[in-house]
C-alpha cells in the first residue's frame, strides 16, 4: 500500500518515542491518537512486522505493536535520530530522592514494632534445641515407614 512519507514519519515517530503502538481493527476510521487513517497505520506496522522490526500481539479487536531492538536501530537510522534518544518503554524510571539519614525508619509518623537490644527476641524463632544434634533426633536405622491408605496404590485387602 502507497502511505505518503508525511504519514508514514509520523507513525513511525509515535512508535519510535513511545516504544509501543495500539491500532483498533477498524480500517475505515482515523487512528484515535495519530491524524492519519488507521488502515495505513496497520499496513505500515504489518509491513515492519515481515521485517521483524516490530513484534505484533492481537487482542480484543485491538493490534498491540512493540518494538524490537532491530525496530529500534532502523527507526533511529530512518528519523535520524541521535544514539541518546530511546523509546519510553527503555527509560528507567526516576527514583524518588530521599531525604538524609538513610532509608530505615519509614515514613515518618509510621510505627515500627519495638525490638529487643540488637534483635535478641529473635532467637524464639530458632528451632535449635540445646544438647543434641540432628543425627540424635533422627529415628534408628530399622525403621521401615508403611505406607497404608486406600484409594490409588494402596495395598489389596486380601
Known amino acids: 500500500m502507497i502511505i505518503?512519507?508525511?504519514?508514514?514519519?509520523?507513525?513511525?515517530?509515535?512508535?519510535?518515542s513511545q516504544g509501543v503502538l495500539v491500532a483498533p481493527?477498524?480500517?475505515?476510521?482515523?487512528?484515535?491518537?495519530?491524524?492519519?487513517?488507521?488502515?495505513?497505520?496497520?499496513?505500515?506496522?504489518q509491513s515492519l512486522t515481515s521485517k521483524g522490526m516490530v513484534k505484533t500481539q492481537f487482542s480484543w479487536?485491538?493490534?498491540?505493536?512493540?518494538?524490537?531492538?532491530?525496530g529500534i536501530s532502523y527507526l533511529r537510522e530512518y528519523l535520524a535520530l541521535p544514539e541518546e534518544i530511546v523509546p519510553a518503554t527503555l527509560r528507567r524510571p526516576a527514583r524518588p530522592q530521599r531525604g538524609p539519614g538513610g532509608g530505615a525508619g519509614g515514613a515518618p509518623g509510621a510505627y515500627r514494632a519495638p525490638?529487643?537490644?540488637?534483635g535478641a527476641d529473635r532467637g524464639e524463632y530458632r528451632r535449635r534445641t540445646e544438647g543434641g544434634?540432628?543425627?540424635?533426633?533422627a529415628p534408628s536405622g530399622e525403621y521401615r515407614p508403611r505406607f497404608a491408605g486406600v484409594g490409588r496404590g494402596a495395598p489389596r485387602a486380601e
Open 115 to 118: 525490638r529487643g537490644e540488637g
Open 133 to 137: 544434634d540432628k543425627k540424635d533426633q
Open 4 to 16: 505518503s512519507k508525511q504519514n508514514r514519519k509520523t507513525i513511525y515517530t509515535s512508535l519510535f
Open 61 to 70: 479487536q485491538y493490534y498491540y505493536y512493540s518494538l524490537t531492538d532491530e
Open 25 to 45: 481493527k477498524n480500517f475505515e476510521v482515523q487512528h484515535p491518537e495519530l491524524e492519519v487513517p488507521n488502515l495505513q497505520v496497520v499496513k505500515a506496522m
